[in-house]
Nanobody, 116 residues
Framework: QVQLVESGGGLVQAGDSLRLSCAASGDTIYISTMGWYRQAPGKERELVAALARGESTNYADSVKGRFTISRDNAKNTLYLQMNSLKPEDTAVYYC??????????WGQGTLVTVSS
């Protein structure tokens, strides 16, 4: 199994930056893809960014040019650097991992609040 623990959320002002972290443990060797989703109040969960083992990335149009996803394999940690934050980025951010080819695991979520 794989376990994920997110950290780094908080309250910031519009234009500020924030970095989220997601520490993975367990069967991390079997992880192929990791990424970040978010869910704003009253909205469905949406993909923010994903990073495959081959380092290919995928970003939501709304965050392209502002957010950067990266992974430190030595620390088994996924990051999401968020710059130029906007109030519409306010949401609970969830880390996920796809492993063993058919399993998905989610973190508990971390709240990001951006005030105008």
């Amino acid at each position: 199994q794989v376990q994920l623990v997110e950290s780094g959320g908080g309250l910031v002002q519009a234009g500020d930056s924030l970095r989220l972290s997601c520490a993975a443990s367990g069967d991390t060797i079997y992880i192929s893809t990791m990424g970040w989703y978010r869910q704003a109040p009253g909205k469905e969960r949406e993909l923010v960014a994903a990073l495959a083992r081959g380092e290919s990335t995928n970003y939501a149009d709304s965050v392209k040019g502002r957010f950067t996803i990266s992974r430190d394999n030595a620390k088994n940690t996924l990051y999401l650097q968020m710059n130029s934050l906007k109030p519409e980025d306010t949401a609970v951010y969830y880390c996920y991992a796809h492993y063993r080819g058919y399993l998905d695991v989610w973190g508990q979520g971390t709240l990001v609040t951006v005030s105008s």
